[in-house]
C-alpha cells in the first residue's frame, strides 16, 4: 500500500494546519519600523533654481545618482507610496529639483547625472545646479547617494564623488538593486564599492527596492540626518 491512499482530504496537503488559508499574495502595505511610511507626504514643486525658498524651513535631505541607478524606485519604496516619483522618467526634466515635504523635513530629489545623450550645454547646466545646491544650500542636512550594486563606479560616479567631498557635507552611500545579486555575491560587492567610493563601512546601505531590503534602515538613517524625531 503507498502513503498516497492514506491521505486526508481536506485539509490543503503540506500548507494545512489550523488557521485559515493563505491569500494567493501578500499586499506590501505600511512598514511599521519604517519612519517615513507613517507620515504625510506632499509634493511641493519642482524648481530650476538651486537657491528656491521653501516654506517652512526644514532640513533637508537630497538624493542623487546616475540616472536608471533606481532613484524614483527607491523614494517610492522609502516613503510607501508606489505613484511618488515616476520610474523611469525621461531624459526631460534634467535640470529641476523636485522638492517632497513631510512634516519635519524635506525630501529633494535631485536630477539623475550622466545620460549619456546629453548635449555639453545641458551637462554644464547640470553641473551648475547641483555644484550650488550641494555646496550653498543652507538647509542641506544630508546626501543619499545611489550607486548600483553590481557596477564600478562611472567616470561620472567619480565625478560626483569629488563634488561631495568638496562640499563637506554628511553622505551616506547607497546601494541599489541588491536582488540582483546571488546572497554570496553581496559581500565583496560592498566591500570593492566601500572602497572604491572612499567611503566608510557605515556610510554603506544595501537596499532593494524591489524586496524592501534596507528600506527601513534608510528611512532610520534619514530621519537621523535631518535631527532626529519624527520626520
Ligand atoms: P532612476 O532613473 O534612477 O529614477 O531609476 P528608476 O527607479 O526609474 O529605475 C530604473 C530601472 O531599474 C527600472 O526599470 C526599475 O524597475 C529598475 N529598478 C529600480 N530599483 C530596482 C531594484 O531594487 N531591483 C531591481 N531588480 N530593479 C530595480
Known amino acids: 500500500m503507498t502513503a498516497a491512499g492514506k491521505r486526508v482530504s481536506g485539509t490543503g496537503g503540506k500548507e494545512g494546519g489550523k488557521g485559515a488559508r493563505r491569500a ?3 499586499h506590501p502595505g505600511p512598514d511599521p519600523s519604517n519612519p517615513l511610511h507613517i507620515q504625510p507626504i506632499q509634493f511641493v514643486g519642482s524648481f530650476p533654481d538651486p537657491m528656491v525658498r521653501v516654506e517652512p524651513a526644514l532640513p533637508e535631505i537630497a538624493f542623487i545618482g546616475r540616472s536608471n541607478v533606481g532613484k524614483s524606485s ?7 507610496r508606489p505613484g511618488l516619483a515616476r520610474v523611469s522618467a525621461s531624459p526631460g526634466k534634467t535640470t529641476l529639483l523636485n522638492f517632497y515635504r513631510m512634516p519635519r523635513l524635506y525630501l529633494v530629489d535631485l536630477p539623475g547625472y550622466g545620460f549619456a545623450r546629453a548635449s555639453k550645454s545641458a551637462r554644464a547646466g547640470y553641473r551648475r545646479l547641483v555644484t ?3 555646496r550653498e544650500r543652507p538647509a542641506l542636512a544630508g546626501i543619499v547617494w ?8 562611472s567616470a561620472d560616479d567619480l565625478e560626483m564623488q569629488a563634488l561631495l567631498i568638496e562640499s563637506g557635507r554628511p553622505v551616506l ?4 538593486k541588491a536582488d540582483k545579486l546571488t546572497r554570496s555575491g553581496i559581500a565583496p560587492r560592498v566591500r570593492e564599492l566601500t572602497e572604491a567610493l572612499g567611503l566608510q563601512q557605515d556610510q554603506i546601505q544595501l537596499t532593494s527596492s524591489r524586496s524592501s531590503m534596507g528600506i527601513a534602515e534608510l528611512a532610520t538613517s534619514i530621519v537621523a540626518a535631518a535631527g532626529g524625531g519624527n520626520p
Do not use: E, K, M, S
Open 24 to 26: 494567493p499574495f501578500v
Open 74 to 80: 527607491l523614494l517610492n519604496a522609502l516613503v510607501g
Open 132 to 134: 550650488a545646491y550641494l
Open 146 to 153: 545611489l550607486l548600483d550594486i553590481r557596477h564600478q563606479p
Open 173 to 176: 552611500g547607497v546601494l541599489t
